[in-house]
T-cell receptor, first 113, second 113 residues
Framework: GENVEQHPSTLSVQEGDSAVIKCTYS??????FPWYKQELGKGPQLIIDIRSNVGEKKDQRIAVTLNKTAKHFSLHITETQPEDSAVYFC????????????FGKGTKLTVNP | GAVVSQHPSRVICKSGTSVKIECRSL??????MFWYRQFPKQSLMLMAT?????????EQGVEKDKFLINHASLTLSTLTVTSAHPEDSSFYICSVSLGGEQYFGPGTRLTVT
């Protein structure tokens, strides 16, 4: 089955700096890669996703890149703000959101003011 | 706005009792819902896929007789934890697929004393 590895487990940056979180996956049939932000005591919130027919996607300060050959994808957050502090999870799926997601272990991001 | 709601948000029950958690899709019909479990400081693990009008599909290692899932309508799935024990204490989160993406509910914190 699919295995998703995520690094780093913790990341601390200064406000205004960029943050990068990386994930690798094992199943070459996976074609959908969402990223979720989870604040303490809340459910995960979808922040951006990418499908295998696209190499990069951007939404304001957030971007995701996908390298299908190497089976890895990354989340990039620019101009970080204290409210970006949360746990971020990457995930992979074979059929978009209609099938189960396999999650990475999460990255706790702390943005210091 | 919110896509999925869960009820209750928190529940405390005594060991040996059963507790029911509801997951509702808001303003749309969901033929498939997913139930995840998240232990403290850990990632989300899929427990089962709930299909409207048919039996749920459980992940390996998840006891179907202990975690009863009923997807009685296109907007409601319920998870019943039967004969709960302290080790069942966890954060239970449901999700639904909409437009090729997966959206999560706010979660239910279950504490078994």
């Amino acid at each position: 089955g699919e295995n998703v590895e995520q690094h780093p487990s913790t990341l601390s940056v200064q406000e205004g700096d960029s943050a990068v979180i990386k994930c690798t996956y094992s199943d070459s049939a996976s074609n959908y890669f969402p990223w979720y932000k989870q604040e303490l005591g809340k459910g995960p919130q979808l922040i951006i996703d990418i499908r295998s027919n696209v190499g990069e996607k951007k939404d304001q300060r957030i971007a995701v890149t996908l390298n299908k050959t190497a089976k890895h994808f990354s989340l990039h957050i620019t101009e970080t703000q204290p409210e970006d502090s949360a746990v971020y999870f990457c995930a992979a799926s074979r059929q978009g959101g209609s099938e189960k997601l396999v999650f990475g272990k999460g990255t706790k991001l702390t943005v210091n003011p | 706005g919110a896509v999925v709601s869960q009820h209750p948000s928190r529940v405390i029950c005594k060991s040996g009792t059963s507790v029911k958690i509801e997951c509702r899709s808001l303003d749309f019909q969901a033929t498939t819902m997913f139930w995840y479990r998240q232990f403290p400081k850990q990632s989300l693990m899929l427990m089962a896929t709930s299909n409207e009008g048919s039996k749920a599909t459980y992940e390996q290692g998840v006891e179907k007789d202990k975690f009863l899932i009923n997807h009685a309508s296109l907007t409601l799935s319920t998870l019943t934890v039967t004969s709960a024990h302290p080790e069942d204490s966890s954060f239970y989160i449901c999700s639904v697929s909409l437009g090729g993406e997966q959206y999560f509910g706010p979660g239910t914190r279950l504490t078994v004393t």
